[in-house]
T-cell receptor, first 115, second 113 residues
Framework: AQKITQTQPGMFVQEKEAVTLDCTYD???????LFWYKQPSSGEMIFLIY??????QNATEGRYSLNFQKARKSANLVISASQLGDSAMYFC????????????FGTGTRLKVLA | ETGVTQTPRHLVMGMTNKKSLKCEQH?????MYWYKQSAKKPLELMFV???????ENNSVPSRFSPECPNSSHLFLHLHTLQPEDSALYLC????????????FGPGTRLTVT
């Protein structure tokens, strides 16, 4: 079965520090994509970063990096130099390419950045 | 307007009502999606349209009926809903269904009374 697991319902981080949000996944498909979305209180989901299953290097987008460990089936999001505006819900998601396009989301982690 | 817009932003309806949610994307994308976000549950993909053709229906009850008249517009027609259907309904679009990056609208907060 395909599944995304986010075990941290809530996290706190001090402003300007780095934080890691955990994500593990399960799939038997050889080809898949992993991505992270941010959802502020306004409700809109904002795409942050993407990692393909065949990508050799970890994805980075500005202050966001994805720590991809394929053997452990983990795709943790690292946010460096946290800002107050980073306070939001963060969702890890997976899309597989076998058959129809299946998008699966985790339950999310609520991040609170402290001043 | 830019990006993905959704109307209305909030909707309260009775179980016998019929209403529609509207989504419009101004990104020139060819794939559009409906998601349901309930409290403390993962985001659930409901429907996928690729080049106006429905390619995915994740066992959604027939009281939800999607419509995609063109690549820029997506509707979700609602009738005889149940209280458990109360949720945030998010629309998204992507270049096509094979593209990973999706752009989401702000959602419609639906309450069924």
């Amino acid at each position: 079965a395909q599944k995304i697991t986010q075990t941290q319902p809530g996290m706190f981080v001090q402003e300007k520090e780095a934080v890691t949000l955990d994500c593990t996944y399960d799939t038997s498909d050889p080809s898949y994509g992993l991505f992270w979305y941010k959802q502020p209180s306004s409700g809109e989901m904002i795409f942050l970063i993407y990692q393909g299953s065949y990508d050799q290097q970890n994805a980075t987008e500005g202050r966001y990096s994805l720590n991809f460990q394929k053997a452990r089936k983990s795709a943790n999001l690292v946010i460096s130099a946290s800002q107050l505006g980073d306070s939001a819900m963060y969702f890890c998601a997976m899309r597989t390419t076998s058959g129809t396009y299946k998008y699966i989301f985790g339950t999310g982690t609520r991040l609170k950045v402290l001043a | 307007e830019t990006g993905v817009t959704q109307t209305p932003r909030h909707l309260v309806m009775g179980m016998t009502n019929k209403k529609s949610l509207k989504c419009e994307q101004h990104l020139g994308h060819n794939a559009m999606y409906w998601y349901k976000q309930s409290a403390k549950k993962p985001l659930e993909l409901m429907f996928v349209y690729n080049f106006k053709e429905q390619t995915e229906n994740n066992s959604v009850p027939s009281r939800f009926s999607p419509e995609c008249p063109n690549s820029s517009h997506l509707f979700l027609h609602l009738h005889t809903l149940q209280p458990e259907d109360s949720a945030l309904y998010l629309c998204a679009s992507s270049q096509d269904a094979g593209t990973y990056e999706q752009y989401f609208g702000p959602g419609t907060r639906l309450t069924v009374t």
